[in-house]
């Protein structure tokens, strides 16, 4: 197999940061710009061209725009738009945030295949993407088009974060640092203005091998290979060589392989993760990202994907990547292509006669079948015309299926067969496989419908040393649901592991606790000689220890807590452009017994977004801790008022109506909440105590009984029902319920 290692060369240029708004140079002492890169490596600079990378944002131009601008227009619901050219300049017509038909100058485009999309200029520095975007696949696969992006979510309101003028649709906070090289996105979080800079407007050298500026250096003065060359190291960690009594290669490991960060830099942008810091270039990625774990609707049970999740999380659950292997393995680091086509990637390290067979695939050579991807990476299309393969590189469970209702490879591709078919073949094909043995998905299913029996099965996947770290990090973060000593006890063992995504699940589990305990727990992990401590978890700790006193701790502790306390408030103005980063430190400074600090920030966080819910809810609370509830009404009034659909803001309001003892207008609320969370039975337990205190148990139990439909055996639902039946005098019921909560 082809090994990714190639030495990097500068040449000494003049480069600087440039900002889409005014295109003016801002300074740059790092980063040097591909140019300057091309001078030395010409061949690599030419595999990159028109890549992925090369064409992930372009300035419109005739050569770039791939959609059609020939007073097209185009409708969908409530949405018109209209593309057009004048002298050279692209527009498009279509309603803002208020629904009023508006001009917009569109400045960029956004990707080539299978979909492209266009950014236009929305003032103070913000860049938005439209969600009608051109399907650049050919006409015969159904291409050459105008579609949007929400075609499966019905009609968008103007004024919803969802529509385009939206926040999850802004340029600069959502999309550029992967889009672009060197960005800064330079967030005004007083003005609401954005300058954001970037180096390179497209996915460039420096944005996986790092500023250039030091390599220049480098190279100027001799470049020694024995020197450190100034780049980030992307080697692959070792060798895959082919053993002849061997059916796969056989890994050796390179001599510094733990301080190749080739995975970590690919992960930095092809993962589904929130930032720490905006200089991650050259940090693991556990020390820069937190990575979202197994949860539901993001991933199914057994770890396949469901939403987008962007392969590294995918990827890190497989067998290849636990054995050595690396993304340049199989893809080609420049153009991005397969190191081979077809099976033959495969085939670089499992042997051809033993796996690219019918023997092995029970397919026709010719028929898609014999293709390893079909069976070991499915697609999932997500953006209506972009498939993409799972990387768990999973064996095929139809068996699964018909236990959890999740999806397999064989009935994707055999939809008119049935799940009961395609495990009888599967066992037919390999009747003495042990990859049929007992699954993750079993027990993070028991956890997410809150199970009785997901409390043994989550405590012993968490301890499992066969396991992928992100799938007992997933276990941990489940049994939050389910506080009891063993659970702690896991909880306690498991902040030693050294992977801080098992850590952090843990912390969630220690944070229950009273603040004194939990300070017992999680004191060592702040003192930063610790082997199994990094930055990141030292910031969560700091996060959950909010309300311990600096004055009261020893010195040396005192100022451990304190630096890492000052690192968290940092990371979360990482994204001061989001409401959810100033609701988080409004909630730390709470802790913390700041109420008007905390106060400002929630305050600040609806300046960002004005229906963030959390928010509302958050502040409506520190209004009621501090005497204010005539403010908690208003501010909850208006969150059902511009959120109606919004469970959280339902229910809130309705607890709040509790505390007033105002019932008639709490159980309605409660019962909106209700109805719109059928798998929060939190939510319905809560309406029931509303219908009870109200007189109105028998309402209670039929409320009870139909949520215990949707989330069989949660404890919580059974152990009120047996409480409400006793009130009711019904024997038989109370003994029924009993029995399902011995179980």
Same mark, same amino acid.
């Given at each position: 197999?082809? %090994?990714?290692?190639?030495?990097?060369?500068?040449?000494?240029?003049?480069?600087?940061?440039?900002?889409?708004?005014?295109?003016?140079?801002?300074?740059?002492?790092?980063?040097?710009?591909?140019?300057?890169?091309?001078?030395?490596?010409?061949?690599?600079?030419?595999?990159?061209?028109?890549?992925?990378? =090369?064409?992930?944002?372009?300035?419109?131009? @005739?050569?770039?725009?791939?959609?059609?601008?020939?007073?097209?227009? &185009?409708?969908?619901? +409530?949405?018109?738009?209209?593309?057009?050219?004048?002298?050279?300049?692209?527009?498009?017509?279509?309603?803002?945030?208020?629904?009023?038909?508006?001009?917009?100058?569109?400045?960029?485009?956004?990707?080539?295949?299978?979909?492209?999309?266009?950014?236009?200029?929305?003032?103070?520095?913000?860049?938005?993407?439209?969600?009608?975007a051109?399907?650049?696949?050919? #006409?015969?696969?159904?291409?050459?088009?105008?579609?949007?992006?929400?075609?499966?979510?019905?009609?968008? /309101?103007?004024? =919803?974060?969802?529509?385009?003028?939206?926040?999850?649709?802004?340029?600069?906070?959502?999309?550029?640092?992967?889009?672009?090289?060197?960005?800064?996105?330079?967030?005004?979080?007083?003005?609401?203005?954005?300058?954001?800079?970037?180096?390179?407007?497209?996915?460039?050298?420096?944005?996986?091998?790092?500023?250039?500026?030091?390599?220049?250096m480098?190279?100027?003065?001799?470049?020694?290979?024995?020197?450190?060359?100034?780049?980030?190291?992307?080697?692959?960690?070792?060798?895959?060589?082919?053993i002849?009594?061997?059916?796969?290669? !056989? &890994?050796?490991?390179?001599?510094?392989?733990?301080?190749?960060?080739?995975?970590?830099?690919?992960?930095?942008?092809?993962?589904?993760?929130?930032?720490?810091?905006?200089?991650?270039?050259?940090?693991?990625?556990?020390?820069?990202?937190?990575?979202?774990?197994?949860?539901?609707?993001?991933?199914?049970? =057994?770890?396949?994907?469901?939403?987008?999740?962007?392969?590294?999380?995918?990827? %890190?659950?497989?067998? $290849?990547?636990?054995?050595?292997?690396?993304?340049?393995?199989?893809?080609?680091?420049h153009s991005? #292509?397969?190191?081979?086509?077809?099976?033959?990637?495969?085939?670089?390290?499992? @042997?051809?006669e033993?796996?690219d067979?019918?023997?092995?695939?029970?397919?026709? %050579?010719?028929?898609?079948?014999?293709?390893?991807?079909?069976?070991?990476?499915?697609?999932?299309?997500?953006?209506?015309?972009?498939?993409?393969?799972?990387h768990?590189?999973?064996?095929?469970?139809?068996?699964?299926?018909?236990?959890?209702?999740? /999806?397999?490879?064989? +009935?994707?591709?055999?939809?008119? !067969?049935?799940?009961?078919w395609?495990?009888?073949?599967?066992?037919?094909?390999?009747?003495?496989?042990?990859?049929?043995?007992?699954?993750?998905?079993?027990?993070?299913?028991?956890?997410?419908?809150?199970?009785?029996?997901?409390?043994?099965l989550?405590?012993?996947?968490?301890?499992?040393t066969?396991?992928?770290?992100?799938?007992?990090?997933?276990?941990?973060?489940?049994?939050?649901?389910?506080?009891?000593?063993?659970?702690?006890?896991?909880?306690?063992?498991?902040? #030693?592991?050294?992977?801080?995504?098992?850590?952090?699940?843990?912390?969630?589990?220690?944070?229950?606790? /009273?603040?004194?305990?939990?300070?017992?727990?999680?004191?060592?992990?702040?003192?930063?000689?610790?082997?199994?401590?990094?930055?990141?978890?030292?910031?969560?700790?700091?996060?959950?220890?909010?309300?311990?006193?600096?004055?009261?701790?020893?010195?040396? !502790?005192?100022q451990?807590?304190?630096?890492?306390?000052?690192?968290?408030?940092?990371?979360?103005?990482?994204?001061?452009?989001?409401?959810?980063?100033?609701?988080?430190?409004?909630l730390?400074?709470? *802790?913390?017994?700041q109420i008007?600090?905390?106060?400002?920030?929630?305050?600040?966080?609806?300046?960002i977004?004005t *229906?963030?819910?959390?928010?509302?809810?958050?502040?409506?609370?520190?209004?009621?801790?501090?005497?204010?509830?005539?403010?908690?009404?208003?501010?909850?009034?208006?969150?059902?008022?511009?959120?109606?659909?919004?469970?959280?803001?339902?229910?809130?309001?309705?607890?709040?109506?509790?505390?007033?003892k105002? $019932?008639?207008?709490?159980?309605?609320?409660?019962?909106?909440?209700?109805?719109?969370? /059928?798998?929060?039975?939190?939510?319905?337990?809560?309406?029931?105590?509303?219908?009870?205190?109200?007189?109105?148990? #028998?309402?209670?139990?039929?409320?009870?009984?139909?949520?215990?439909?949707?989330?069989?055996? =949660?404890q919580?639902?059974?152990?009120?029902?047996?409480?409400?039946?006793? @009130?009711?005098?019904?024997?038989?019921?109370?003994?029924?319920?009993?029995?399902?909560?011995?179980?």
């Amino acid at each position: 197999m082809q %090994i990714f290692s190639i030495t990097i060369l500068f040449f000494l240029s003049s480069f600087a940061p440039h900002s889409f708004a005014n295109n003016d140079p801002v300074p740059s002492e790092k980063f040097i710009g591909k140019a300057a890169c091309a001078n030395c490596h010409q061949q690599q600079f030419n595999d990159w061209k028109n890549s992925h990378h =090369d064409l992930a944002m372009q300035p419109v131009n @005739k050569n770039t725009v791939l959609g059609d601008f020939d007073q097209t227009k &185009f409708s969908f619901h +409530n949405t018109t738009a209209e593309f057009y050219r004048q002298n050279e300049q692209y527009f498009v017509k279509t309603q803002n945030k208020k629904g009023v038909l508006t001009e917009y100058k569109i400045l960029y485009t956004f990707g080539f295949t299978p979909l492209q999309q266009y950014l236009v200029d929305f003032g103070q520095g913000r860049l938005q993407a439209l969600s009608i975007a051109w399907d650049s696949r050919p #006409k015969t696969e159904g291409g050459q088009r105008w579609y949007h992006l929400q075609a499966d979510q019905g009609e968008i /309101p103007f004024d =919803d974060m969802l529509h385009w003028t939206g926040s999850y649709f802004n340029w600069n906070s959502r999309c550029a640092e992967c889009h672009s090289t060197g960005f800064e996105k330079n967030f005004d979080d007083e003005k609401l203005i954005y300058n954001s800079t970037w180096t390179d407007i497209d996915v460039a050298c420096e944005s996986c091998h790092g500023a250039g500026k030091d390599h220049q250096m480098w190279a100027k003065n001799g470049a020694s290979i024995k020197q450190n060359n100034g780049l980030i190291n992307l080697a692959p960690k070792g060798l895959w060589q082919i053993i002849p009594d061997r059916n796969t290669a !056989q &890994f050796t490991p390179n001599k510094d392989h733990e301080k190749s960060l080739q995975l970590d830099t690919c992960a930095h942008c092809h993962s589904r993760r929130s930032a720490l810091t905006e200089n991650y270039l050259g940090k693991k990625f556990d020390e820069s990202h937190h990575l979202q774990l197994l949860d539901e609707n993001i991933y199914h049970s =057994d770890g396949q994907i469901q939403d987008e999740d962007y392969v590294y999380g995918s990827f %890190i659950q497989s067998k $290849m990547y636990h054995e050595g292997v690396v993304c340049s393995n199989c893809h080609e680091p420049h153009s991005l #292509k397969l190191r081979a086509p077809d099976n033959a990637v495969c085939t670089q390290c499992h @042997k051809r006669e033993v796996f690219d067979t019918p023997k092995h695939h029970q397919h026709d %050579i010719t028929n898609t079948g014999a293709q390893c991807v079909n069976c070991h990476m499915p697609e999932t299309t997500y953006m209506s015309v972009d498939p993409r393969r799972d990387h768990s590189l999973r064996i095929p469970r139809p068996d699964l299926s018909k236990k959890l209702g999740l /999806p397999n490879a064989c +009935n994707t591709c055999h939809q008119e !067969q049935s799940i009961d078919w395609a495990v009888k073949k599967v066992e037919s094909w390999y009747p003495t496989s042990q990859k049929r043995m007992t699954h993750f998905a079993k027990t993070l299913y028991a956890g997410r419908k809150q199970w009785a029996t997901g409390h043994d099965l989550l405590n012993k996947l968490a301890h499992d040393t066969t396991q992928a770290s992100i799938v007992k990090a997933s276990a941990l973060s489940l049994l939050t649901q389910y506080p009891t000593q063993e659970t702690l006890n896991t909880a306690i063992a498991s902040l #030693k592991n050294t992977d801080s995504k098992i850590q952090r699940s843990a912390l969630g589990i220690i944070e229950m606790l /009273p603040t004194e305990q939990a300070y017992q727990h999680l004191a060592s992990l702040l003192d930063t000689s610790n082997s199994y401590s990094n930055k990141a978890i030292r910031m969560e700790v700091a996060r959950v220890l909010a309300a311990v006193p600096l004055e009261q701790l020893p010195k040396v !502790q005192a100022q451990q807590l304190a630096n890492a306390q000052n690192n968290y408030i940092i990371s979360q103005l990482v994204n001061n452009d989001t409401a959810n980063s100033h609701q988080n430190l409004a909630l730390f400074y709470a *802790k913390q017994g700041q109420i008007s600090k905390a106060e400002q920030l929630y305050k600040k966080a609806l300046s960002i977004n004005t *229906k963030f819910v959390p928010a509302m809810v958050n502040l409506a609370d520190l209004y009621r801790q501090t005497g204010k509830d005539s403010q908690a009404t208003v501010l909850l009034f208006n969150a059902v008022k511009v959120m109606p659909e919004n469970a959280m803001a339902q229910f809130a309001l309705g607890l709040q109506q509790v505390r007033q003892k105002n $019932m008639i207008v709490a159980i309605k609320h409660l019962q909106i909440a209700a109805g719109l969370s /059928p798998n929060l039975p939190y939510y319905h337990y809560v309406y029931a105590v509303a219908l009870d205190t109200n007189n109105e148990t #028998k309402k209670a139990v039929v409320v009870l009984e139909n949520s215990l439909r949707v989330n069989p055996n =949660d404890q919580q639902l059974i152990s009120s029902l047996i409480s409400y039946y006793q @009130k009711l005098g019904d024997i038989k019921k109370v003994q029924f319920y009993m029995a399902q909560y011995q179980q």
